[in-house]
T-cell receptor
Framework: DAGVTQSPTHLIKTRGQQVTLRCSPKSGHDTVSWYQQALGQGPQFIFQYYEEEERQRGNFPDRFSGHQFPNYSSELNVNALLLGDSALYLC?????????????FGPGTRLTVL | SQQGEEDPQALSIQEGENATMNCSYK?????LQWYRQNSGRGLVHLILIRSNEREKHSGRLRVTLDTSKKSSSLLITASRAADTASYFC????????FGAGTTVTVRA
């Protein structure tokens, strides 16, 4: 049973560029949440997707957008990258039919913006 | 901004010793969860304690919750080198809200 997977593992971009991160949820899960974790900090909630719709959103600018596909996988897009966007981006999945408060995290994508 | 606060920020102990870390939060919660993170990678769910529980055990982990003080503690007994990691508390209100974490180093 595959857990949550994310790609790529590492990514280096320059300011102003755009980036797309990908996430496949744990088998049987239909809800995907994205978190940003700056160095030395705890993860911060970006948004959550369910039934291909953004259901909840944290305090992040519109430069951060996402998408969920019919197979429940998800993408996080960040436009006009800033140096401050350098962080570990974590994807977490959960099931709407089970314990929605228990989320399973992927290994993360380390984004460096130069 | 972080929604909870862990104390201490960092902890260094000898293998075999116990490690205790505390978490304070500011809102009413249904449950509090603890996660472990190794080397800046993904988070691993350790234990969940519900608001009507005061104490919960899982292997070498013991978690307490005091909703009147809005605080929780995580105790790791008989620590091992593999316990070296960052530990985060989090509560769920449609999303997980994390503290800044406690970094634990277990010396061999």
């Amino acid at each position: 049973d595959a857990g949550v997977t994310q790609s790529p593992t590492h990514l280096i971009k320059t300011r102003g560029q755009q980036v797309t991160l990908r996430c496949s949820p744990k088998s049987g899960h239909d809800t995907v949440s994205w978190y940003q974790q700056a160095l030395g900090q705890g993860p911060q909630f970006i948004f959550q997707y369910y039934e291909e719709e953004e259901r909840q959103r944290g305090n992040f600018p519109d430069r951060f957008s996402g998408h969920q596909f019919p197979n429940y996988s998800s993408e996080l897009n960040v436009n006009a990258l800033l140096l401050g966007d350098s962080a570990l981006y974590l994807c977490a999945s959960s099931s709407s039919r089970g314990a929605t408060d228990t989320q399973y995290f992927g290994p993360g994508t380390r984004l460096t913006v130069l | 901004s972080q929604q909870g606060e862990e104390d201490p920020q960092a902890l260094s102990i000898q293998e075999g010793e116990n490690a205790t870390m505390n978490c304070s939060y500011k809102t009413s919660i249904n449950n509090l969860q603890w996660y472990r993170q190794n080397s800046g990678r993904g988070l691993v769910h350790l234990i969940l304690i519900r608001s009507n529980e005061r104490e919960k055990h899982s292997g070498r982990l013991r978690v307490t919750l005091d909703t009147s003080k809005k605080s929780s503690s995580l105790l790791i007994t008989a620590s091992r080198a593999a316990d070296t990691a960052s530990y985060f508390c989090a509560y769920y209100d449609y999303k997980l809200s994390f503290g800044a974490g406690t970094t634990v180093t277990v010396r061999a």
